[in-house]
């Protein structure tokens, strides 16, 4: 029971692996080495699914190493690389109400937030 829960396991993190090398197409895959303590078993699994499953094109000269960062640094250049890849232009304030709203600080008018609580209309 326990080794089939393993194998679901590797089997789960090759396809996400796998779909994630599809996306992006990585020259490298990095892993974090504490995969090594769960044994080789199951990075042979994990390495298996991702070379079935990955495109053989995207695979083909891609090694897949181990990490040797702490894990605050992995995080940090993870966050980073989200935050570029997924940035949503549309949140951003239009461009005429930032030129709107710094004509009126330049004349001293002062901007009042709503009161909490308050929807702005």
């Known amino acids: 029971a326990c080794a089939a829960i393993v194998e679901q396991a590797a089997n789960y993190l090759g ?7 599809n996306l992006f197409n990585p020259s490298v895959l990095v892993l974090d080495q504490r995969l090594k303590l769960a044994g080789q078993g199951l990075l042979d ?5 991702v070379k079935r499953q990955a ?9 897949i190493l181990f ?14 690389a989200l935050e570029k890849h997924f940035e949503i232009p549309t949140l951003k304030p239009p461009r005429f109400m930032i030129e709107s709203l710094s004509r009126l600080s330049r004349r001293g008018t002062q901007i009042e937030s709503p009161p909490e609580g308050s929807e702005a209309a």
């Open 55 to 63: 495109l053989s094109y995207s695979t083909k000269n891609m090694p």
């Open 67 to 80: 990490g040797k960062l702490s894990e605050a640094s992995v995080l940090g250049a993870g966050s980073i």
């Open 45 to 49: 699994q994990v390495i298996k699914v």
């Open 15 to 21: 396809l996400g692996l796998a779909n994630l090398v």
